[in-house]
């Protein structure tokens, strides 16, 4: 079962400020003058670490398998398997952490091994959250404020 990312303004604005600041930063070199191969190869590095960021961004979703959880954003993959997942936290702040979303309204979910905690933004949180403990009832739900 695949599930999108939520999308919100802010994190969509802060995205677009990020690839406009990059680009800007490509295109020093030829503002000053500098066009040579340095300024060349900048420019192009910069161009497709914006593309990467940019397929990162469309292209990101949460897909429900057999045995595990894929988080996958453009180049990165990430999978988490179920019976290591211990709890899902839903917090009303959530701006730290290894992060593959699209909104602020977020959920964290912390596993055995890897980075140990994953945040993401599926559409239909309280759907995904039901799928995820169909898959593994040991799983525990918190909610907080912060």
């Known amino acids: 079962m695949v599930y999108q990312t939520k999308r919100d303004v802010p994190v969509t604005l802060m995205i677009v400020f990020l690839i406009l600041l990059i680009q800007a930063d490509a295109l020093v070199p030829f503002v000053l003058g500098n066009v040579r191969v340095t300024g060349w190869m900048i420019f192009t590095l910069l161009t497709l670490l914006n593309a990467l960021i940019i397929w990162s ?18 180049l990165i993959k990430h999978q988490i398997p179920y019976e290591k997942i211990d709890k899902v936290v839903q917090k009303k702040k959530l701006w730290s952490g290894f992060r593959l ?46």
């Open 57 to 74: 961004f469309i292209d990101l979703k949460y897909v429900l398998k057999e045995h595990h959880l894929i988080i996958k954003a453009g």
């Open 101 to 146: 979303i699209g909104s602020r309204h977020a959920i964290t979910i912390y596993y055995q091994g890897g980075l140990g905690h994953a945040v993401i933004s599926p559409q239909n949180t309280e759907e995904f959250i039901h799928k995820l403990k169909e898959r593994n009832s040991n799983i525990i739900m918190f909610t907080k404020s912060n």
